[in-house]
C-alpha cells in the first residue's frame, strides 16, 4: 500500500479527533444566537465546555437497569460513576429540580443556573465519550491484530463499567438502553436498542465508529462496507444509520485512495434524499407534544421517514434541523462541505457553529475532511489533549490497515 494512502488513513483519524474537541463547547446549542453570545469570536480554536450551558436537558436522562439481575448474573452495570447524580437512575438520587424546559425540543430541564453542560468539566481540546470509544476500537484492534467483533465488545463493556480516564458526563441514550439491556442478562451482541423504539438510536453518531473500521480495508470497499455495517448493529439497530454507512463508507474509502473532497460532498449532496419535514416543522412538532418521547409512534415515523421526490430543499442548509438524526444531519453535513469546498478548518468551524448535533456532525465531516488532505494542520493535532497518546493509537492503526487484512482477526 502506497505511502499516501497510510498517510490518510492517518490523517482521517485526526480529522474525527479535531472534529471532536472543536464542537465540543457548543455541542447541543440549537440557538446560533447563544453561540455567538458565549463565543463572539467564533470558533476559532479548541475552548472548554463553558457553564451554564443555555439549551442543555441532560439533567434528569434516564438510565434504569435491573440491578437485582445485573448482580446475580455478575455483571456490572454503573456506566455513570461519578456522574450519576445528573441521571434519573435505579441507584443513585436525583437531586435536581426540573421546572423549566428548553426551548426547542420542550423536554423537561433546570433553571440556566444549574444547567449542566453534556460535557460539563471538559477542558479545551479534551475529547468526549464519543471519541474516547473511537479510542477503544482502536485499541481493540491495536491489541488483538485486527478486528475481533468478540474482543471489542469485551473491551467495550469493560472501558464502560470501570472507572475510565474519561471524564466526559454525557452517556448517549444508545449506551444506556445498551447496558440496560445488558444488566438484563441479554447476550452483548444481542443488546442494541432498536431505532423503531427509541427514534434517537437513528443518529449520526452511529456513524463514526463503524467508519473508522472501514478504513481496515481502504482498497475493498465492498467488504469495508460489510464490516462497517456489521460493526454498527452491535449499538446501533437503525436503518437509517444503515442507509448511511452504504453511502459514506464507500465515500471515505475514494477520498483515502486521492479523490477530490469538493467533488465527494457535491456528489453526496445529490445523492441524499431530503427529508419531507423540515428542521422546523420537526421541532415545532416536539414543542407541541412536550418533547418527542410524547410522540405516537406511527407520527414519529411519518416525521423520519417521509422523503421528497427532488432535492431542491437540498440546495438550502436551513432547511435542515440540526439534531442528531441521520435523514437531517447527512444533507447538512454534505451542504456545509460543499458550501466551505472541502475546506478542513473551515468546514469543521461553519459545523460548529451551526449548533445542535455538532460533535458526531463533527467527527463523520472530520473523517472525510482529512481523508481527502495530503495534510493536517500540526496545531489542530497538538492542541489535542491526548495529543502524545493518541499519535501512538492512530499510527499503530493505520499500520495494520497498512497490511490489508486487519479484518481477519477472530
Known amino acids: 500500500m502506497s505511502h499516501s494512502i497510510v498517510r490518510r488513513i492517518e490523517n482521517a483519524l485526526w480529522g474525527a479527533f479535531i472534529g471532536d474537541a472543536l464542537a465540543m463547547p457548543v455541542h447541543w446549542f440549537y440557538s446560533p444566537e447563544n453561540i455567538r453570545k458565549q463565543f463572539p469570536e467564533g470558533i476559532n480554536r479548541y475552548y472548554p465546555a463553558p457553564h451554564p450551558h443555555p439549551d442543555a436537558f441532560m439533567l434528569g436522562m434516564s438510565y ?45 430541564t433546570a433553571a440556566l443556573d444549574n444547567r449542566m453542560h453534556y460535557h460539563h468539566s471538559l477542558e479545551a481540546g479534551e475529547s ?30 469493560r472501558y464502560m463499567t470501570l472507572l475510565r480516564d474519561n471524564k466526559d458526563p454525557y452517556t448517549e441514550i444508545y449506551l444506556r438502553r445498551w447496558f440496560e439491556h445488558y444488566s438484563l442478562g441479554e447476550a452483548p451482541e444481542n443488546c442494541a436498542e432498536h431505532q423503531r423504539r427509541v427514534w434517537s438510536i437513528g443518529s449520526v453518531g452511529g456513524l463514526v465508529r463503524p467508519l473508522v473500521l472501514a478504513l ?41 485512495n486521492g479523490e477530490s473532497p469538493q467533488a465527494i460532498f457535491s456528489e453526496l449532496l445529490q445523492q441524499l434524499p431530503a427529508p419531507a419535514v423540515s428542521g422546523r416543522a420537526l421541532f415545532q412538532a416536539y414543542r407541541d407534544h412536550d418533547g418527542p418521547g410524547n410522540i405516537p409512534a406511527d407520527e414519529t415515523w411519518r416525521l423520519h421517514m417521509s422523503f421528497l421526490n427532488d432535492s431542491v430543499a437540498a440546495k438550502n442548509p436551513d432547511y435542515f434541523a440540526t439534531a442528531c438524526y441521520i435523514e437531517q444531519a447527512l444533507p447538512l453535513m454534505a451542504a456545509l462541505g460543499e458550501e466551505q469546498n472541502g475546506d478542513f478548518i473551515g468546514t469543521l468551524r461553519a459545523n460548529a457553529e451551526a449548533g445542535g448535533d455538532s460533535v458526531h456532525r463533527g467527527m463523520v465531516l472530520g473523517l472525510l475532511l482529512a481523508a481527502g488532505s495530503k495534510d493536517v494542520p500540526e496545531e489542530w493535532k497538538t492542541g489535542l489533549k491526548d495529543h502524545d497518546e493518541l499519535a501512538g493509537e492512530i499510527h499503530q492503526f493505520a499500520a495494520i490497515a497498512a497490511r490489508g487484512d486487519g479484518h481477519l482477526a477472530l
Open 216 to 256: 481496515l480495508n481502504p482498497d475493498n470497499p465492498y467488504l469495508a462496507t460489510g464490516m462497517a455495517l456489521g460493526h454498527q448493529q452491535l449499538t446501533h439497530r437503525s436503518e437509517m444509520v444503515s442507509s448511511g454507512l452504504s453511502l459514506l463508507a464507500p465515500a471515505l474509502l475514494r477520498l483515502v
Open 128 to 157: 468526549t465519550l464519543g471519541a474516547g470509544l473511537v479510542r477503544v476500537l482502536m485499541r481493540s484492534v491495536i491489541n488483538r491484530n485486527g478486528y475481533s467483533q468478540d474482543g471489542f465488545l469485551e473491551d467495550f463493556i
Open 64 to 108: 434504569q437497569p435491573n440491578v437485582e439481575k445485573a448482580r446475580a448474573a455478575g455483571r456490572n452495570y454503573d456506566i455513570l460513576h461519578q456522574h450519576a447524580r445528573y441521571y434519573r437512575t435505579t441507584y443513585n438520587d436525583f437531586g435536581f429540580s426540573l421546572e423549566d424546559r428548553d426551548g426547542e425540543h420542550g423536554n423537561a
